[in-house]
């Protein structure tokens, strides 16, 4: 890899122990946010068993009842996107944490499956600024060669919250009933409401940043970011951003890693149990293994890419090697099509899983990094409206090939598939990881 100057390189690599380290309180702020918001995602996984005795659905409904979240979800990432550009983190933050405890709420007390499938479509509204809202936050509060740790934190989260969730939900709702657990994740998920409303601050309006801080917050010697704070109010149209090649190449990226995501979301209980023969309570454990593992490596990926580049070594090169390798790594998917024990099935899945897992803080970082100046929240809209898209279809495409063939190998090969076209988006649409330019005004 190509090696930076050696004024950038003293640049990127001063000495940072005497700097407070408020910014940090943010992060783990943002990744509990991120924590709440997945125990949401995976309780409805974690009840498919008890949901097909309390209502008698099947597969395929069961597909559409997981993707109804995502629709919604997919739906907004575009208006939220601008409207996060517009009004900022803080305000559709709040807004957002509240809708989405009512809609968990809401689901514990669903009287039939029509009222919960409704309770999933407005929990997809109420957790849709969560990512494009998170980049933003980052892009804020972090300097360039920060932030790959900074987003490994809340979407390290992510993965934590099925690593951690699906085993406690399951237990739960084995002892109590899918009712509580879904009551329990509305409570924990108010809770964080108040907890952002009382936390969260822009850096301009938080008055316990220091000053030392705050100009290593806006990085003056760095290259390829200027402080979000003081982007001009001229932004540009989603019809421009969604014509850059670089938008585009991260979106295939990023929407093959999350069809791969949410397929493992959604239906690895399930698979274990049903597939594998593994008792429930045991596939709830199981689940959690290679999850525990993609926490631990998304952390890994985040903090090692911004190790090099402090190092001095090319930034775009670092970013883009990360994001390759994590999507070559997650073919191990196609492993799992041929595993007969638990044991085989979940190694595929921990290299899978672990290796996406890596790569997805760097490419969360990449909005803030190649957007426009002031449209930041509308590129990490739209990168997040692939991922959503991948969120409706990777369940239900799931759902009818489970239904059919009554095996899972296929539902693996096509996601394995998509990852390829998303390693082709990284290596000839990307390009370059640097700032688009701006249409010219007149």
């Known amino acids: 890899m190509q090696q930076a100057a050696p004024e950038e390189r003293f640049a990127s690599g001063a000495a940072t122990s005497g700097i407070p380290r408020r910014r940090w309180r943010i992060a783990w702020l943002l990744g509990i946010g991120v924590l709440v918001n997945y125990f949401d995602r995976v309780n409805l996984s974690v009840s498919h068993a008890a949901l097909v005795t309390a209502f008698g659905i099947s597969d395929i409904a069961f597909g559409y009842l997981s993707a109804a979240y995502n629709w919604t979800y997919a739906l907004c990432q575009l208006p939220v996107g601008v409207l996060l550009d517009r ?4 305000k559709v933050g709040r807004i957002s944490a509240f809708m989405w405890s009512v809609a968990s709420l809401l689901a514990a007390a669903s009287p039939n499956i029509g009222s919960l499938f409704g309770a999933r479509l407005l929990l997809g509204v109420g957790e849709a600024p969560t990512f494009p809202a998170n980049a933003k936050a980052t892009g804020y509060w972090f300097p360039a060669e ?6 490994a934190i809340f979407d390290a989260a992510a993965k934590f919250a099925s690593a951690l969730g699906v085993p406690l939900l399951g237990v739960i709702l084995i002892k109590a009933g899918w009712r509580w657990s879904f009551f329990l994740t509305g409570l924990v998920s108010l809770l964080y409401f108040f907890a952002f409303y009382k936390l969260y601050r822009d850096p301009s309006d938080d008055p316990e940043l220091s000053g030392i801080e705050k100009r290593h917050i806006a990085g003056p010697v760095s290259s390829e970011w200027t402080p979000l704070e003081t982007e ?66 998304d952390v890994l990926g985040g903090w090692s890419a911004d190790k090099l580049i402090k190092r001095g070594y090319d930034a775009s090169n670092v970013r883009k090697a990360y994001l390759i390798g994590g999507l070559t790594c997650g073919l191990g998917i196609i492993g799992t099509a041929y595993s007969h024990s638990a044991m085989q099935a979940l190694l595929w899945i921990s290299i899978s899983l672990g290796g996406l897992s890596a790569a997805a803080p760097v490419g969360w970082s990449v909005p803030s990094i190649i957007a426009p100046r002031g449209s930041v929240g509308s590129v990490g809209g739209i990168i997040n409206f692939s991922n959503q898209l991948s969120g409706i279809f990777a369940p239900v495409v799931t759902g009818y090939i489970v239904a ?39």
């Open 87 to 90: 009004f900022g983190v803080r």
């Open 146 to 151: 920060e932030r790959g740790m900074a987003t």
């Open 232 to 297: 001009p109010e001229r932004r540009v149209g989603l019809g421009y951003l969604l014509s850059r090649r670089k938008v585009i190449g991260l979106s295939l990226g990023f929407g093959s890693y999350n069809y791969v995501f949410y397929l493992l979301l959604t239906w690895l209980p399930s698979y274990l149990s049903s597939e594998l023969g593994i008792d429930l309570l045991h596939s709830f454990l199981y689940t959690g293994v290679p999850w525990l593992f993609a926490t631990f490596t």
């Open 404 to 442: 059919i063939t009554h095996s899972y190998a296929w539902a693996f090969w096509i996601a394995a598939i998509y990852l390829l076209v998303g390693i082709a988006g990284y290596i000839f649409l990307l390009g370059r990881i640097e700032q688009i330019e701006a249409p010219a005004v007149g």
